[in-house]
């Protein structure tokens, strides 16, 4: 039983570069979610989709951010014209919408360093 | 809206100590609630969660938490500490479709020996 799976684990970019990160959920689950955590903080949400469909990104930081999930399987996460501003942890979570709660399972994130 | 707060950005005990972190919420609407754990460099664990069912709620590594209504607190506890308690704990909320995860600033917490 493989859990989320996240890739690169690890980016460095220089400002105003592109970036996308990729993101594998737990197989079964339907639901997956971008989170966003900054040092010291708790995670941020940024948005979800269900299959392939984003339900909710009103909460994306920009409209340099955009997120894809385009067979409902794996998602990629885009920033565009990176700034450093930008350098966080950024989580990926997935989990099924069977049952009465749908427990989210977090992967172990990308850490996006912007110079 | 919901929102978390958890006093005491960091909390140190000694090994074998009572553990209390605290967690405040504020929901509209019957909130779900979580404890999770997060040690150096990697994702999140869940530690245990309240779904409406039991108000003490167990989960692993000996933590337990209590949903009080009335002062809007689940705070988690663990009667005595072990040195591999050590790392970052999150409380967060979500409504009822779970569609997202509102989280607290975090508590560090340190174990001596």
């Known amino acids: 039983d493989t859990g989320v799976s996240q890739d690169p684990r690890h980016k460095i970019t220089k400002r105003g570069q592109n970036v996308t990160f990729r993101c594998d959920p737990i197989?079964?689950?339907?639901?997956l979610y971008w989170y966003r955590q900054t040092l010291g903080q708790g995670p941020e949400f940024l948005t979800y989709f269900q299959n392939e469909a984003q339900l909710e990104k009103s909460r994306l930081l920009s409209n340099r951010f955009s997120a894809e999930r385009p067979k409902g399987s794996f998602s990629t996460l885009e920033i565009q014209r990176t700034e450093q501003g930008d350098s966080a942890m950024y989580l990926c979570?997935?989990?099924?919408?069977?049952?009465?709660?749908?427990?989210?399972?977090f992967g172990p994130g990308t850490r996006l360093t912007v110079l | 809206a919901q929102s978390v707060t958890q006093l005491g950005s960091h909390v140190s005990v000694s090994e074998g100590a009572l553990v209390l972190l605290r967690c405040n919420y504020s929901s509209s609407v019957p909130p779900y609630l979580f404890w999770y754990v997060q040690y150096p460099n990697q994702g999140l664990q869940l530690l245990l969660k309240y779904t409406s069912a039991a108000t003490l709620v167990k989960g692993i590594n000996g933590f337990e938490a209590e949903f009080k209504k009335s002062e809007t607190s689940f705070h988690l506890t663990k009667p005595s500490a072990h040195m591999s308690d050590a790392a970052e704990y999150f409380c967060a909320v979500s409504d009822l479709w779970a569609n997202m995860l509102t989280f607290g600033g975090g508590t560090r917490l340190m174990v001596k020996p």
């Open positions: 979570a997935s989990s099924s919408s069977d049952g009465s709660y749908n427990e989210q399972f």
């Open positions: 197989s079964e689950h339907n639901r």
